[in-house]
């Protein structure tokens, strides 16, 4: 059996997916949208599940005001309301999309919890598209 603790969370930021080694014709051409020199914004909504053992004593996998704390300090206070490329060291020389930033947050979780646990956060980017990232 496998037990595992969600919260949910939400920030808001501005990105702009680039490769400085590809023309603009080229970023244009892959990114789209969100090549847009002048930056963009999405709501990213995030879902941390951390699994593992129950404590005999609490009843808990982990206790959620741990958690909500956790992605307060790692992840809301360090992206929300930033422009990804230019206000946070994680994404100077990372391009933003969803998939390296679910990679930044689950690094900066995983760095934070306990080994015993499995930890699985899923991204959204926009409501029907997310990333997944989990170990
Ligand atoms: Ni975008």
Do not use: Q
């Not at 969100?34 to 941390?48: F, I, S």
Request: with cysteine; hydrophobic share 35%.
């Amino acid at each position: 059996m496998n037990i595992s603790v969600s919260r949910k969370a939400h920030f808001n930021a501005a990105h702009r997916l680039h490769n400085s080694n590809w023309s603009d014709e080229k970023n244009a051409r892959v990114f789209g949208k969100c090549n847009n020199p002048n930056y963009h914004g999405h709501n990213y909504n995030l879902t941390v599940s951390v699994a593992g053992p129950v404590d005999s004593e609490t009843g808990y996998v982990i206790d959620v005001k741990d958690l909500k704390d956790l992605i307060k300090t790692e992840v809301e206070d360090r992206f929300d309301h930033k422009n990804l490329n230019l206000d946070t060291e994680e994404f100077k020389n990372l391009n933003p999309t969803a998939e390296n930033i679910a990679a930044v947050i689950w690094k900066l979780l995983r760095e934070k919890l306990d080994e015993r646990y499995n930890l699985k956060i899923r991204l959204y980017e926009t409501e029907r598209n997310f990333v997944e990232c989990e170990g």
